[in-house]
């Protein structure tokens, strides 16, 4: 018994500080030559300050290496979620459209928007990654709800400096206390929010779309290897009402010209 709780301690330490010194690094490296100049990287916050999105490729690619070590599925969900997000923050900045209803509209009109990429990108993803990372059919399909709705609800409560990365450690805690793949996958996500944390507070970055979606794909694919299938249809179903309630909360917002996400 202390022989498995020292191995599962040690598994998910080195995912966590693989994690942690790739975010680091990553985001170092790119404030010191951002590719394409500095101005493409400087966006303005909830409180108009410039920050910048160095932390956002940083994390999402710790969190993927960190994840693809454990479970190569997972490790290619929060990729995928990381891609679509950073395509969000290079062309999506200053479009005024927030929720479901906006970019689907837009799509009917035949506009592709970045919003509608995120839509049908990530939980295409997840649910790739819940068909490798689960046997039946039905928790595959829970799998992937799961993956999308995570990587939704973390970006969707990235409105103030550092919150989604203390929502990361938080929710992640417990998932790193399991044996296995599922808390080794939480502690991936962790070490890299952990990793950016005081910059991100300080407000000197912001992990943007970009990490906010790949650190949810990172927690998701957590749950989605080690939960069992009431674990799932839970963790599925309080994702989908808080992606209801979010998007009402962004058409609100937009109707009274509040500002709702810390990147606009």
């Not at 962004?250 to 606009?264: K, M």
Request: net charge positive; aromatic share 4%; hydrophobic share 50%.
């Amino acid at each position: 018994m202390a022989g498995r709780a020292g191995g599962r301690v040690r598994g998910t330490g080195r995912s966590f500080a693989l994690a942690a010194v790739l975010a680091r690094a990553g985001t170092a490296a790119l404030r010191a030559v951002p590719p394409g100049g500095r101005d493409r990287w400087e966006r303005r916050n909830h409180a108009g300050r410039g920050v910048g999105l160095y932390a956002g490729p940083a994390v999402a690619l710790a969190a993927a290496a960190g994840a693809g070590r454990v479970r190569p599925a997972a490790g290619f969900a929060v990729r995928a979620a990381g891609v679509c997000g950073a395509y969000d923050d290079a062309v999506g900045a200053g479009d005024p459209r927030r929720g479901f209803r906006a970019h689907l509209s837009a799509l009917r009109d035949g506009e592709v928007t970045s919003g509608a990429v995120k839509l049908f990108g990530i939980p295409a993803a997840g649910l790739v990654a819940g068909a490798l990372l689960r046997e039946r059919p039905v928790d595959k399909v829970l799998a992937g709800v799961v993956i999308a709705g995570a990587a939704h609800f973390v970006n969707l409560v990235d409105v103030r400096p550092g919150r989604a990365a203390a929502v990361v450690l938080a929710l992640g805690a417990a998932g790193s206390a399991r044996a296995g793949a599922a808390g080794e996958l939480s502690a991936a996500a962790m070490g890299a929010a952990a990793a950016v944390l005081p910059d991100d507070l300080g407000e000197r970055v912001m992990i943007g779309d970009t990490g906010a979606h790949a650190l949810g794909a990172a927690l998701g694919a957590a749950a989605a290897a080690g939960a069992g299938r009431a674990g799932l249809l839970a963790r599925a179903g309080a994702l989908v009402a808080a992606a209801v309630y979010g998007d009402k909360v962004s058409r609100t917002a937009r109707a009274e010209g509040r500002q709702c996400h810390s990147c606009e």
